[in-house]
Every structure is written in structure tokens, then in C-alpha cells.
């Protein structure tokens, strides 16, 4: 039997792991809205759009790989305001690279397919906030998929298959489903094991995050987007 002595003690950590996902959820917002103004921004600038697609988005794709790269290695030895330009940068420049998909895709499915995104988000990640089921053999087998659909993606470009992109398309929506459920409890794991976790991680694990929404979003959009 639980000692009712120890409910104002699990009250407590619960307040507490509330308080850092806020914090987590904040900084997504953040970086979600700075990709959104950089997207609308680089679609004004002309010169800037025919940089990207003549190959110049290569190099973004690049610096924000290593941004990522650097992130997580480094996590635990950075400072506060180190991570979070790290962030904030990779946000801004995933902006830029993101804004071609206005050229092909119209502005209403595209503002209709974030909405879809958001809800589905949200509900996931409030599943795996509370939920009492170990999703580590979910967050493997996901991981193990998503090498799956990117090297399908690949094989594709090159094949052209209508009925491939589709199946490629939904099972990375189940994909990213699947990571934004694990993503999330593993956050409440490390949370657990660090309770008074510095800004660092919460900056972190808005990475993790931000990654699974527009991972999702870009996925939806194959679905739901209607070309122009």
C-alpha cells in the first residue's frame, strides 16, 4: 500500500516535472515561430530563394545538421545562453530551408496541415507525458523505421513509384508519431533521474521535440498539401 505520507512528496515532483515541460514546450514554440517569420522572410527575399534552389540550400541543410550534431554531443557541457543560440540559429536557418515549401504547396493547406500537426502533437505528447506504459521498445522500433523511410525516400526520388511515395509518406507520419510519444517520456525520464535540471536540457528536449513536429508536419503535408 502507498504511504499517503509520500503523496505530498510525488505532488511535488509532479509540479516540478510540469514546470520543465513548460519550459520545453516554450522554447518549441519559440523555435517554431522564429522557422515560421525566417520561411515568410526568405520567400520575400528573390535573390535568396534562387540561391536556395539552384543547390545553396545543400549548405544550409549542412550547417543545420552539424547544429544538431553539436547540440546533442554537447548538451551537458554548454552554457545556458550557448545552447540556446545553438537553438535558436538552427530554428532561423530551418526557416530558410522550409520556405520552398510555399512555392508548392498552397498557403491554406499549408496553414490547414499545421493545424492537423498541432492537434495531433499535442495529443500524443500529453499521452506519453502521462502515460504508465514503458515505450522504449516503441521509441527502437520507430527509430529502426525512420533509417527505413529515409532510405525509401532516396530510392524513391530516383524511381518515381505514386504508390511508394504514399506509403512512404504515411508510415513517416506513424514514425514521428511514435518518437514525439517516446520523446516525451524519455524527457520524464531524465527528468527523474536529474530533477533540477538546468535550461540546458530543457532547451534540449525542445529540440527533440521541434524535430518530431516538423518531421510530422513535413509528412502530413505529403498527405493533406494541395500543390499550386
Known sequence: ????????YQDSQEAVFSNFMQRVYQWMAMGLALTGLLAFMTLQN????????????????????GIVIWLSASIRKISAQAATLGFLIYSALNGVTLSG?????????????????AMTFAGVSIYGWV????????????????IGVIIASVLNYFFRSPAFYWIVSYAGVAVF????????QKL??????????????????????YLDF???FLFLLRIFGRRR
Not at 515549401?101 to 500537426?117: G, H, N, R
Open 1 to 8: 500500500m502507498n504511504d499517503p505520507k509520500n503523496y505530498p
Open 46 to 65: 528573390v535573390p535568396l530563394m534562387r540561391f536556395l534552389l539552384s543547390g545553396g540550400m545543400w549548405l544550409f541543410f549542412i550547417v543545420e545538421l
Open 101 to 117: 515549401i510555399f512555392l508548392y504547396y498552397t498557403a491554406a493547406s499549408i496553414s490547414s496541415t499545421f493545424f492537423i500537426t
Open 131 to 146: 502515460t504508465k506504459h514503458d515505450l522504449t521498445s516503441i521509441g527502437s522500433f520507430c527509430f529502426m523505421a525512420l
Open 177 to 184: 508519431i511514435g518518437l514525439t510519444a517516446y520523446d516525451t
Open 188 to 209: 520524464k525520464m531524465i527528468h527523474q533521474g536529474m530533477p533540477n535540471a538546468p535550461e540546458q536540457l530543457a532547451i534540449f528536449g525542445a529540440l527533440m521535440l
Open 214 to 216: 516538423i518531421n510530422m
